[in-house]
């Protein structure tokens, strides 16, 4: 039993790191007022690149670096028609998702069923991983895992707490004030809505060379959508997100779980997106006003505008 | 160089027109870069396209039927749209329908006459499909969820619930142990135009809806509510207009419309309720570029989907022809849909180039 409850948690930290590492990518995009829901596409990107580099490299930090270029770049094409041009950012994050999806499925055709011959090696961290139950759930992780917390944390302090993350936010909050301090909300919201898609691609990275060593179209199988409400979970901050990401990596692990005892698999598979549409609603029964929302979210700004 | 943007006062039609057209064919081109990019001769594979769905009596028939569901979904979606109520749950809302209607056929079929459990199964559809429109609907009215969430994961939700369905308690006893339900009986399937796949009764339907719905968005109170709500909140409130209840109507009539298209499928085309990807080939997201290609205007939602239909029908060609995975066709709509609303902006805007040293 114990070694079932270990395990549980255990791989309940692998399957939220990816959604930790997306969540985090997309709170830094919103703050700066940008919506980005290409998150389920860009991941596709990520998964599909990391995974083809490894496995002609064989280097599995290669994937991951050429991931993270891969959907910087792709993540672009959004930050221009939103910011740029000022459309919908809904729609034009939908159009982002559809062309991940696409040109994953196009380019990663090929590997289908090529399973790589190593994933990301864990790293188990000297002394801590040797405790006792403690050791193995949370010090004997593959990189992604220490690197999740770390950037976590990391967004954390500088949202909060550095002249960059003020600006940041003030550019979601109140782009006109910001402009006038100075500052070019464009160059910042490019970068967030770039910086936002380099983290998806890390997502994307960790599902095809490190939580499972193979690619299949669809891998992401809609993470990038419960993303966006783990933004919204997490209030826009990156230390919520590590609860809610690994709240609903308990809820991938729980299907698994659960389906000895004899309930359809089907049925299991829809509780992490019914658990988000719980998530959203339990959130919304909080006064509204004390979510804390970028004030500009989704809003396009107009520079020089009265 | 210097880029100066200013804001067009006045839009003329004949700028609208010729906007689409360039961002259509600017959307063509980068289509055709990326298939460069990954060895793909983009010129054979248009051609390809187009050929495979306007360029044989064949493919014009398969374009039609795969048309239906995109006029049906699309002109719903228009009505959404227009709310800004972003319903990209229209995949779930055609299987809901399906789901719905298949139910009826099934269980009523075999005791009564097709006149009478064909309309009962369109109904049934229809009210599946804005059952479904209608939770995303009170979620973001009364408790302001974000819809665009709501509305996917209601499509995962319902896309595993049909299949606990077809796997578990809906298994037909007459097929093997194959993942489906029984054959609809003969008096719940629609006939088809012969020689052809297009279930006419569905198609009526489809052209009837986009009539009914360009008429009430242009001509009607309820129609101007909408377009309120959708450009200008805040004085749709002050005068007096009721969110929940437009918002809500909206909901019905587009995930009714998707519901419809569903029973179209089922019993237009397939006949029996099997898995999700097999009854529907992505058509709920595929009628959102159907509907933005339309401007939101349900009139020109016929041409949208016919356009569409064709990408759909050509996609399935090259799938065919050149090897290629079925996700080519969202390369298509996705960079399309990017064009498309890089042309608005165009539209909206007049841009000019001052180079230095010329002068203003």
């Given at each position: 039993?114990?070694?079932?409850i270990i395990s549980v948690l255990q791989r309940t930290l692998i399957a939220g790191t990816p959604l930790l590492l997306a969540t985090i990518g997309e709170v830094i995009c919103e703050r700066s007022g940008i919506l980005n829901l290409g998150v389920e596409g860009m991941m596709a990107i990520g998964a599909v690149t990391a995974f083809i580099v490894t496995l002609t490299t064989g280097n599995p930090w290669l994937g991951l670096v050429a991931a993270i270029i891969a959907t910087a770049l792709i993540s672009g ?66 990189p992604y895992f220490y690197m999740a917390i770390l950037l976590a944390l990391i967004a954390w302090f500088v949202l909060q707490h550095t002249r960059l993350g003020i600006s940041i936010r003030s550019a979601g909050e109140n782009p006109r004030a910001t402009e006038t301090q100075g500052i070019s909300v464009y160059k910042i919201r490019y970068w967030c809505v770039i910086v936002g898609g380099a983290f998806a691609g890390m997502a994307g990275a960790h599902l095809s060379t490190s939580y499972s060593k193979s ?92 | ?360």
């Amino acid at each position: 039993m114990e070694d079932i409850i270990i395990s549980v948690l255990q791989r309940t930290l692998i399957a939220g790191t990816p959604l930790l590492l997306a969540t985090i990518g997309e709170v830094i995009c919103e703050r700066s007022g940008i919506l980005n829901l290409g998150v389920e596409g860009m991941m596709a990107i990520g998964a599909v690149t990391a995974f083809i580099v490894t496995l002609t490299t064989g280097n599995p930090w290669l994937g991951l670096v050429a991931a993270i270029i891969a959907t910087a770049l792709i993540s672009g094409i959004h930050a221009f028609v939103s910011i740029t041009l000022q459309a919908s950012q809904v729609v034009s994050g939908l159009a982002l998702t559809m062309l991940g999806l696409g040109i994953s499925g196009l380019v990663g055709k090929p590997y289908i069923g090529k399973p790589l011959a190593e994933k990301m090696a864990t790293w188990p961290i000297p002394i801590l991983s040797d405790m006792p139950v403690v050791g193995v759930i949370f010090f004997d992780h593959s990189p992604y895992f220490y690197m999740a917390i770390l950037l976590a944390l990391i967004a954390w302090f500088v949202l909060q707490h550095t002249r960059l993350g003020i600006s940041i936010r003030s550019a979601g909050e109140n782009p006109r004030a910001t402009e006038t301090q100075g500052i070019s909300v464009y160059k910042i919201r490019y970068w967030c809505v770039i910086v936002g898609g380099a983290f998806a691609g890390m997502a994307g990275a960790h599902l095809s060379t490190s939580y499972s060593k193979s690619w299949i179209e669809g891998m992401t199988a809609g993470r990038g959508w419960i993303v966006i409400a783990l933004t919204i979970f997490a209030l826009w901050n990156p230390m919520r997100a590590i609860i809610g990401a690994f709240l609903f990596g308990g809820i991938f692990v729980l299907q698994y779980l659960l389906q000895p005892l004899g309930i359809s698999p089907n049925l299991l598979a829809i509780l992490p997106y019914l658990s988000t549409l719980l998530v959203l609603f339990i959130g919304a029964l909080h006064d509204s006003r004390k979510l804390n929302a970028p004030a500009m979210l989704a809003e396009p700004y107009r520079r020089g505008e009265r | 160089m210097n880029i100066k943007v200013t804001e067009r006062i006045d839009i003329v039609p004949r700028h609208s027109v010729l906007t689409l057209g360039l961002s259509l064919a600017a959307g063509l081109l980068a289509i055709s870069s990326i298939f460069m990019i990954f060895g793909v001769n983009p010129l054979y594979a248009i051609a390809k396209i187009f050929s495979g769905s306007f360029g044989s009596l064949y493919g014009i028939k398969e374009t039609i039927t795969k048309a239906i569901p995109l006029i049906l979904i699309g002109s719903g979606l228009t009505l959404a749209f227009r709310a800004k109520f972003w319903n990209i749950g229209a995949e779930s809302q055609l299987l809901m329908g399906a789901i719905f209607g298949t139910w009826v056929g099934l269980n009523w079929g075999p005791h009564l006459p097709a006149p009478i459990i064909v309309p009962l199964m369109f109904l049934a559809g229809f009210v599946g499909g804005a059952l479904w429109g209608l939770i995303p609907a009170i979620l973001k009215v009364k408790f302001s969820i974000n819809e665009v969430i709501t509305t996917l994961m209601m499509n995962y939700i319902c896309n595993e619930f049909m299949k606990f369905l077809i796997v578990g308690p809906w298994r037909g006893k007459t097929k093997h142990g194959f993942p489906y339900t029984d054959d609809l009986p003969a008096s719940a399937v629609l006939s088809l135009i012969p020689g052809s796949r297009i279930h006419l009764v569905t198609l009526l339907i489809a052209v009837a809806v986009v009539v009914l719905l360009g008429i009430a968005v242009y001509r009607t109170q309820f129609g101007y509510e909408v377009r309120v709500i959708g450009e200008n909140p805040d004085a749709a409130k002050y005068s007096g207009i009721d969110f929940f209840k437009t918002t809500l109507i909206i909901m019905i009539i587009s995930g009714g419309c998707a519901g419809l298209a569903g029973v179209g499928e089922v019993a237009g085309i397939h006949h029996y309720l099997s898995y999700p990807e097999s009854i529907s080939s992505g058509y709920g997201f595929t009628a959102i570029i159907v509907a933005w290609l339309a401007k939101l205007n349900p009139a020109n939602v016929i041409l949208s989907g016919i356009f569409f239909a064709g990408i759909l029908v050509g996609g399935d060609a090259i799938q065919i022809s050149l090897g290629l995975p079925a996700a080519t066709v969202q390369i298509f709509n996705g960079t399309l849909l990017v064009f498309l609303i890089m042309g608005d902006f165009f539209l909206k805007n007049r841009v000019t180039f001052q180079w230095r040293g010329k002068g203003a």
